[in-house]
């Protein structure tokens, strides 16, 4: 276990967090997700703006440059001597007596960062059971917020159902998944929730929407509703964890005779591609 911790690395024993961590008391910070290929982060430029932009958002300033930082994740992946991961990283307001108020600017931010082992599943990913549950969150779910109550109480919900996902939505409508985004395949047009206050921008959603217009799958970036996507010829779901990964039941209603739609596995071939093209093979 090696750390970044406020930019030194060092051994996560030797981490110290205060109890009085915003992060910790209010979940008061944000975080980022990236995935190692062959020791190469995947779309770190995307995830990294992402976590500069979230952190703008809720006015906590990165004590980095994203050139920086993103040097430091990469020694950090080589003294691990990882090849198929994650790497975890957030940032939280720091340290200082309870206080809903953000404390005086003299309170430094606190980062973390770690890696974690995960290995390549390879682009085929059978299809998995989702349950439909309310989106019970907040209305800026484009930051990526380290308070993931919503995301987790739907999260339990799923696994207590024996389901990999849970498809949140507001009042009929699709958002996202608990963690992850959604999208449907209709007449061959791949749609999905614009990236608006409501979801996660994803980048693997972005990545998947790239790839669709370099390979002519129409796209439109609209809200559906439950009945939209329980006729859809197909469902998917994406993230920096399951990648392309098709979803074949929801509350127990079979999507495509509970098979891989051919979209869908075309979209894993283009991701494996993009995977090889940015990290190697
Ligand atoms: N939406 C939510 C709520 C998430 O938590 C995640 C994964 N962190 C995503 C979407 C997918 O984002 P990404 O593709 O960047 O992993």
Not at 86 to 98: E, K
Not at 261 to 275: D, H, K
């Amino acid at each position: 276990g090696n750390l970044i911790f406020n930019g030194e690395l060092i051994t996560r024993s030797a981490v110290k967090i205060d109890v009085e961590d915003r992060g910790y008391q209010f979940g008061d910070g944000v975080y980022e997700v990236i995935r190692i290929y062959n020791g190469q982060l995947f779309a770190s430029e995307m995830h990294l703006k992402r976590l500069f932009e979230s952190a703008k958002f809720i006015r906590i300033k990165v004590p980095f440059t994203l050139e920086e930082l993103k040097a430091k994740l990469e020694a950090l992946i080589v003294k691990d001597g990882l090849t198929f991961g994650i790497v975890y990283m957030q940032l939280t307001r720091g340290a200082s007596s309870r206080n809903h108020a953000f404390p005086t600017e003299e309170v430094e931010p606190v980062f973390i960062a770690y890696t974690k082992e995960m290995p390549y599943a390879g682009e085929v990913k059978p299809g998995v059971k989702a349950l439909l549950t309310d989106d019970m969150r907040w209305l800026r779910c484009n930051i990526k917020s380290l308070n993931l109550l919503g995301n987790i109480l739907a999260k339990q919900e799923a696994v207590e159902a024996g389901c990999a996902e849970a498809v949140l939505h507001r009042d009929g409508i699709v958002t996202e998944g608990s963690s992850s985004n959604v999208s449907i395949i209709v007449d061959g047009t791949l749609k999905t929730h614009p990236a608006n206050n409501l979801i996660l921008n994803g980048i693997t959603r972005r990545v998947m929407l790239q790839l669709c217009q370099a390979n002519g799958i129409p796209v439109v970036e609209e809200a559906f509703s439950i009945a939209d996507m329980l006729a859809a010829d197909e469902v998917l779901y994406t993230s920096t964890g399951v990648e392309v990964t098709p979803i074949v039941s929801i509350d127990g209603k079979i999507i495509n005779d509970g098979q891989t739609g051919p979209i869908t596995r075309q979209l894993q071939v283009y991701f494996r591609e993009e995977i090889e093209r940015q990290c190697g093979r």
